[in-house]
């Protein structure tokens, strides 16, 4: 049997009343609720409806009772969620509010249970899907309604092997089917917005926290010149103090697990590094040791600098372990809850900590991003964000977006119920204009700025990007692959008009898991010649003969340049 949360698993009826139909009674929105549910479902065909609001403003309500108008039509829904595993509380939801079959999609399931979910899917007794990415592909026999949850969210974006966009797709499968397609999200994906702006979706917002919550005060914290513990300043430990004295729970994000990003010889400077990449060893320390967070490679604890024998290496820098082990010896009475893929490897481990949490007991929780998806923590009135400049200064175009989207996420887990949250950034640019942007005007503001900065760079959204990457087991043999199939095609064909190329150039990490790698970049400024360029690449990739020695991909619109 698929993994099936049906309260009462009974044969199945078109279920076409709402006493049949909802387990508990719907909330009564608010006016931007009740627009939005509105705008949805009128008209019933296909089209796009970004709705951006605030963290705790009730999108999922929205959206719950959008599911039931449509379930009430006798169809059927499918809900799209960055990760089912992390946010049990979302399946939780739709337990309580819905008595009709709902079927849960995700990578747990066995072949057998995903066929079997296919099937009733197929069949119309599934009437609700939720599921990551690949649930886009299941079969509907009487589909309603598409929903994108958190659409910003870069896990619709499946990276390897068969590279597609989730978010894309269901565009593609909304206007098939000629259902709504809802998108939602407090930070919207600089694409969605760029969508919406031009017209082609529209776009609505919910810009108050729903039921008494309020929203959060951010506030600056310069660690300029500061003594930090563990990456902590001294005046956030004070207020991570008084907030524990109110007898409220803290979280803390460090998107950095492990004890120390890096181990170096304080004799020499000489770092651990990882032979089979171009990176350094993280420490860990429960379990002690190094490990690659780029290929797992996993070794003992150096005792001695591989370059000059001096016993005196020392950790730099804090991971989650190390501010975890900072925060238990200075608040010893308190329970610490560590989150991250360590911390929550075992089964049950994070079961288990989100129990504790949900006792709303005081608790400091500090952990990676994990910490930042939908979660709902009542009890949290402080936030605190260790590094607010980590991806301030990146290479990728993209630093800027992805960090004021975790900032901004992170930051909406403080203050959602009666009590009001803060939210303390640690910085060492408190003057960084998108940061002032950020918290003083908003998501918005900041992304309509950023998105004039891809315009004059010409950049996505405005031009489109594809990344031809490749790698092999020699050092210069990717690029060299590369270079021949620019040098065959800009010799024997012309360009598709509008397009623009750059590369081959080595990869940001060039060396990864043993491997060397290039890449090349094109930019095309409409779609239908970038993909007749791709089409040549792809004919000159056939004939090439080096095309056994390495290993290649097309990524059209890649999300990193990794
Ligand atoms: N109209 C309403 N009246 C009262 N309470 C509401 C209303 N709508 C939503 N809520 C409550 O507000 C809280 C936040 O709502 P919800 O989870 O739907 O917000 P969200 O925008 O999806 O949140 P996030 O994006 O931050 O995860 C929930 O506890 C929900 O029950
Ligand atoms: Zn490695």
Redesign the pocket.
């Given at each position: 049997m698929a993994e099936s949360f049906a309260s009462h698993p009974r044969p199945y009826q078109v279920a076409t009343d709402s006493e049949t139909i909802l387990k508990e009674a719907p909330?009564?929105?608010?006016e931007e609720?009740a627009l939005a549910l509105y705008s949805l479902l009128n008209p019933s065909q296909f089209h796009t409806l970004l709705l951006e609001?605030v963290?705790?403003?009730?999108?999922?309500?929205v959206y719950l009772q959008a599911i039931e108008a449509i379930l009430k039509e006798g169809k059927q829904a499918l809900i799209l969620v960055p990760e089912i595993g992390l946010t049990p509380q979302t399946l939780s939801r739709f337990k309580a509010r819905f008595q009709v079959p709902v079927m849960a999609l995700h990578s747990g399931l066995t072949d057998r249970q995903r066929l079997d979910a296919w099937l009733m899917a197929r069949d119309g007794s599934a009437r609700i899907l939720i599921g990551t990415r690949s649930a886009i592909f299941t079969p509907m026999k009487n589909p309603g309604i598409i929903i994108v949850d958190e659409e910003h969210d870069p896990s619709f974006k499946q990276q390897e092997g068969f590279r597609y966009h989730a978010r894309d797709l269901a565009v593609l499968r909304a206007k098939k089917e000629d259902i709504p397609l809802l998108l939602t999200t407090?930070t919207p994906s600089l694409e969605s917005l760029h969508n919406a702006l031009d017209g082609r979706y529209q776009h609505l917002h919910l810009r108050q926290r729903?039921?008494n919550?309020s929203t959060p005060k951010f506030k600056f914290l310069d660690i300029r010149g500061e003594a930090l513990q563990a990456g902590m300043a001294p005046e956030l430990i004070h207020h991570i103090r008084q907030h524990l004295s109110a007898q409220t729970q803290v979280l803390i994000f460090l998107n950095r697990r492990g004890f120390s990003p890096s181990l170096i010889c304080h004799d020499c400077g000489a770092v651990n590094e990882c032979t089979r990449c171009d990176a350094r060893m993280t420490l860990h320390r429960s379990p002690a040791h190094m490990h690659c967070h780029h290929c797992d490679r996993q070794t003992p604890i150096p005792k001695r600098c591989h370059h000059c024998h001096s016993e005196d290496l020392r950790p730099s820098g804090a991971g989650t372990e190390r501010t975890e082990e900072q925060l238990k010896s200075l608040f010893p009475t308190i329970p610490v809850l560590r989150i991250d893929r360590d911390s929550t490897s075992r089964k049950h481990a994070l079961e288990n900590m989100m129990k504790q949490i949900h006792t709303g007991e005081p608790c400091i929780m500090i952990g990676t991003q994990m910490l930042a998806k939908?979660h709902?923590f009542p009890k949290v009135t402080l936030v605190a964000v260790l590094d607010a400049d980590a991806g301030l200064f990146s290479a990728d175009f993209r630093g800027m977006e992805k960090t004021a989207q975790l900032i901004l996420q992170v930051a909406?887990r403080a203050g959602?119920a009666e009590l009001s949250g803060e939210v303390l950034l640690q910085t060492h640019h408190p003057d960084h204009p998108m940061l002032a942007a950020l918290v003083t005007q908003g998501y918005e503001a900041f992304a309509k700025s950023e998105l004039v900065l891809r315009q004059g760079a010409g950049l996505p959204p405005f031009h489109h990007h594809a990344l031809i990457r490749a790698e092999a087991s020699r050092q210069g043999w990717a690029e060299a692959f590369l270079r021949s199939i620019r040098d065959a095609i800009e010799t024997h064909l012309s360009l598709p008009q509008g397009n623009h190329w750059s590369g081959p150039f080595p990869s940001p990490m060039e060396k990864r898991a043993g491997l060397f790698r290039s890449q090349m970049l094109i930019q095309g400024r409409e779609r239908r010649h970038l993909h007749a360029l791709l089409r040549m690449i792809m004919h000159e990739v056939e004939h090439n003969p080096m095309k056994n020695k390495v290993r290649w991909s097309i990524d059209v619109d890649p999300i990193d340049s990794y």
């Open positions: 909330l009564t929105l608010n609720q609001g963290t705790g403003s009730g999108k999922t309500e407090a729903a039921g919550a939908g709902h909406g959602r």
